[in-house]
């Protein structure tokens, strides 16, 4: 499948690793055993909070700046100490990992995209990482001890996009938000995404971040990498949280003039989403999109493979407050790239009921002309029989037409 992106990069703690719910190191617990008052100490460590996270001390020279001030000795045997229970805390972070951001990542490498992991890390941190298992997944890491830049500057973004070889107005970053990152890779010219699967879990879960889209679980990354937009259009895979949306435009009882609809309930509506999202997940041979206009979901539209070899079948839905604008053959102009330039179809058809001139319509806007008026349909939850007609547009007429 077709997506957007020729890279994506991705923030480290919250977004692919959670340290939620697993027993830190913090600035209490270094505190408590070094017998330094918290706030005295929260105040010179947080003195060196950039140097430590750009390279320019390590964390057993944070921790000598913070004894200094404070009047105290501290040994390289305390130090050493203090380090090991850093990375051991840190390296529990990586014991758990969502099963669905790996699924997401395989998802990406299938698509043929390069990652990157771009993190705020301190010197502990950087070997716990390096480490990890989750590391071998990504072509680059990028650390900010390591280039000394870090979020959100966006010369550290910048530098993830020059490892990978990709132009930073090609990739996505897929953050939780924390450290002002999203604003971070936009200032740096990519596009952004908030991941919220692990922050929703927690306590005090972050609200979404205004002007950046929403990722409540992985596969709403795959979700909105594979959205296509036209001038007035964004055409989305169907997700889980669509099924009201779906069913205000599917379920309409004035609906008789296509096989198989309406719904006659949510819970009609719910299978066929269950369906379209799995087909999805399994980059099956039927891709179920819907429609939106400025965010709002109006209709459906979907591309499915028949048994000819090289067809392809075409199909939409426009909820009925939103017909005669245009938008059923706008979306559906959208999705002919697909057809003929990603999954390599020789011909794209539709059919229609022979009644239905609005649908007619859009097979004509679209190109595609009339190869059949002898069919016809039985409506089985009517049992009303119809005419049915069949365009068509191949490959070659659509490359002509453009």
């Not at 990586?94 to 771009?118: C, H, M, Q, S, W």
């Amino acid at each position: 499948m077709q997506v957007k992106y020729k890279a994506v990069l991705f923030d480290l703690f919250e977004t692919l690793i959670t340290e939620w719910g697993h027993k830190k190191y913090t600035k209490r617990e270094m505190s408590a055993d070094l017998g330094i008052d918290r706030e005295a100490f929260n105040r010179y460590w947080e003195e060196k909070t950039e140097e430590r996270y750009t390279g320019g001390i390590s964390f057993e020279e944070s921790l000598d700046y913070v004894c200094r001030q404070c009047g105290i000795a501290i040994s390289d045997e305390t130090k050493a100490k203090f380090v090991e229970k850093r990375t051991a805390t840190k390296a529990a972070c990586f014991t758990y990992v969502n099963a669905d951001v790996y699924l997401l990542l395989r998802k990406i490498k299938e698509f043929g995209l390069p990652t990157a992991i771009v993190s705020n890390c301190s010197s502990e941190e950087v070997t716990v990482l390096r480490e990890s298992e989750i590391c071998e997944d990504f072509d680059e890491v990028v650390l900010s001890y390591e280039v000394h830049m870090k979020k959100p500057d966006a010369g550290i973004y910048l530098e993830a996009a020059r490892r990978l070889g990709v132009a930073p107005e090609d990739c996505l970053f897929v953050g939780d938000g924390g450290s002002n990152e999203l604003e971070g890779a936009r200032n740096a010219g990519m596009d952004a995404i908030q991941a919220k699967w692990y922050t929703n879990c927690l306590p005090d879960a972050r609200g979404s971040l205004p002007g950046f889209p929403v990722a409540e679980e992985p596969a709403d990354v795959i979700r909105y990498m594979s959205r296509i937009e036209t001038e007035r259009l964004v055409l989305r895979p169907v997700a889980p949280s669509d099924v009201q949306d779906i069913y205000a435009y599917a379920g309409d009882r004035s609906i008789n003039m296509m096989m198989f609809l309406p719904y006659e309930s949510v819970e009609e509506t719910e299978k066929f989403v269950e369906w379209a999202v799995s087909n999805w997940e399994l980059d099956e041979n039927d891709w179920e999109y819907v429609i939106l206009l400025d965010g709002r979901i109006i209709g459906g539209i979907n591309l499915e493979r028949c048994e000819e070899e090289g067809s392809y079948e075409l199909g939409w839905i426009v909820h009925r407050d939103y017909r005669g604008h245009g938008y059923a053959s706008e979306a559906a102009k959208a999705l002919l790239p697909l057809a003929f330039d990603v999954v390599g179809a020789e011909r794209v058809r539709a059919h229609c009921d022979s009644r239905n001139r609005a649908s007619e319509r859009v097979m004509q806007k679209i190109g595609m002309t009339l190869r059949d008026a002898s069919g016809s349909r039985v409506y089985e939850k009517t049992g009303v029989t119809s005419g049915e007609y069949m365009y068509v547009i191949t490959k070659e007429e659509w490359e002509e037409g453009k």
